[in-house]
């Protein structure tokens, strides 16, 4: 079927998820399901569905041209069920089998997300109304943690959705050198800092190239998110952010560039003085590292992590088997040598630069600034994914997990609708052309 625009096309259907996972504790689940009972999972698999199925039942020839992105995460999926094959195949404990089920559940559902962003999109239009989204959903999770912050207090724990129950207990409110850390709905203060980190450039390039939109609509996710930012007192997220900002300063011109640093110099010194002892803990993160026990746990980690990969370095003892139990290792690259092996860390981190190239790339056959320039933020996005992924076991958080693959897709998606067509050489489509990419319902 053509997609038609009074249909529900893959936009409304990913801004639905991206509300879900956002807006819904991540604790939340359907509880028949178990741990694969999360919303955001199960529409994660449905999009999976639906993309295997439009590729499956299609009558016309899929649109001349290569996707890197799609084809890394179907190399990647491949990687990871050899791994899984390699351990149902050892004498298995039925924890480690029950946690590679859902692992793999969780792959096919962040896959359903990329797919669906990468071929879904059907013009740079609806790419925008997305990039929007993404953004309001950053600042609103942003807010929430700002207040969070300022209150002492989680307000999530009052939040009950008919249908749902409580997976796991809520901790409460996390604390740093007498700081509340905030965590928005996500499970941890790290997991809320690596999705507002990855949502962060894409939030400053929409305010500084949307011209459609007024000045507060434009800065206020900004200034939530970098508030937000600081006040997580995460050092992953702090990193991730110097990453992005580095990244998206690149493509700006030098006097842009000098007025950034004022202004983040300005900010980041009002902020600091307004809240007494906070720049202290802050910079204590950094130079007070040797005495850091999570610094300590990660470091202590390599050489447990090592004899893990000598038993299987090639495809590794299957994806989600390593147990917290054995270790928290707070690296999801060492997790994945161990889990998938050489061969499945090499696919994820070929996943990671074939996306940034993509974006990267757009930057460079942009037709109009305003392209060029969103392609760069998410470049920068998956950058700051990446490197999140360093300091913590990404994989195991749902809410920042669905969004790094969201920007993955989004990044594959905004290289097809920006290289000139194989005929002619015109510009990518925009509102009034649709894709024949991805046939909606």
Known sequence: MT?????????????????VLIALPSRLTFAPLGGAGAPALVMGLGCFVWWAYDHVQRVAPAQVGRQPVRLAMLITIGCFLVSYVVAMTRAIDPAESSTANLGMVSLFSWSGLLLLANDGVQSRERLEVLIRRVVFAGGAVATLGVIQFLTGQAWVDRISVPGLSVNAALSGIFERSGFSRPAGTAIHPIEFGAVITMILPIAINMALTDWTRGAVRRWY??????????????????????????????????????????????????VCLTIPGLLGTITGLFTKIGDDSSAKSRTGSYDIAAQFIERSPVFGRGFSTFLPKYRVLDNQYLGLAIEVGIVGLVAVLALFYVAYACARRVRVIGTDEHIRQTGQSLAAAVCAGAVGLALYDGFGFPMATGVLFLVLGMAGAALRLARPSEAGGAPGPRSEEVVPEFQGW
Do not use: Q, Y
């Open 221 to 270: 996710p900004v200034l939530a998110i970098a508030l937000a930012v600081v006040l997580s007192i995460s050092r992953s997220a702090i990193l991730s952010a110097v990453v992005a900002l580095l990244v998206l300063a690149v493509a700006w011109a030098p006097s842009t560039r000098r007025r950034a640093l004022l202004i983040v110099a300005a900010f980041m010194g009002l």
């Open 3 to 19: 997609l038609m625009r009074t249909r529900v096309d893959a936009v409304n259907v990913l801004t639905v998820i991206l509300v």
